[in-house]
Nanobody
Framework: QVQLVESGGGLVQPGGSLRLSCAAS????????MSWYRQAPGKKRELVAT????????NYADSVRGRFTISSDIANNTLYLQMNSLQFEDTAVYYC????????WGRGSQVTVSS
């Protein structure tokens, strides 16, 4: 079955960096778009970044463009999100996502930006 397992979250000061990982299994990782979403307390879940694993193209939310980088290790079925210049408003639970007929989510990884 499809499984998505995030890791790499934590507490970081403003201006710091973190890298999230999402280990994927149960489907052909190399042919699907993969995305990172996030949900801050009291807010709706929002799309952060998407990568087309087949063609390599990427898209970002305006709020993270230039600071975050989404990438994939096709050989190891792993999705990454490199987050630089983190801001207070980046505090959220970050989720890995794939749409394969049905929608699949990981359990999420908490990122807290605090001084």
């Amino acid at each position: 079955q499809v499984q998505l397992v995030e890791s790499g979250g934590g507490l970081v000061q403003p201006g710091g960096s973190l890298r999230l990982s999402c280990a994927a299994s149960g489907f052909t990782f190399s042919v699907y778009d993969m995305s990172w979403y996030r949900q801050a307390p009291g807010k709706k879940r929002e799309l952060v970044a998407t990568i087309d694993n087949l063609h390599g193209s990427t898209n970002y939310a305006d709020s993270v463009r230039g600071r975050f980088t989404i990438s994939s290790d096709i050989a190891n079925n792993t999705l990454y999100l490199q987050m630089n210049s983190l801001q207070f408003e980046d505090t959220a639970v970050y989720y890995c996502h794939v749409q394969i007929i049905y929608t699949y989510w990981g359990r999420g990884s908490q990122v807290t930006v605090s001084s």
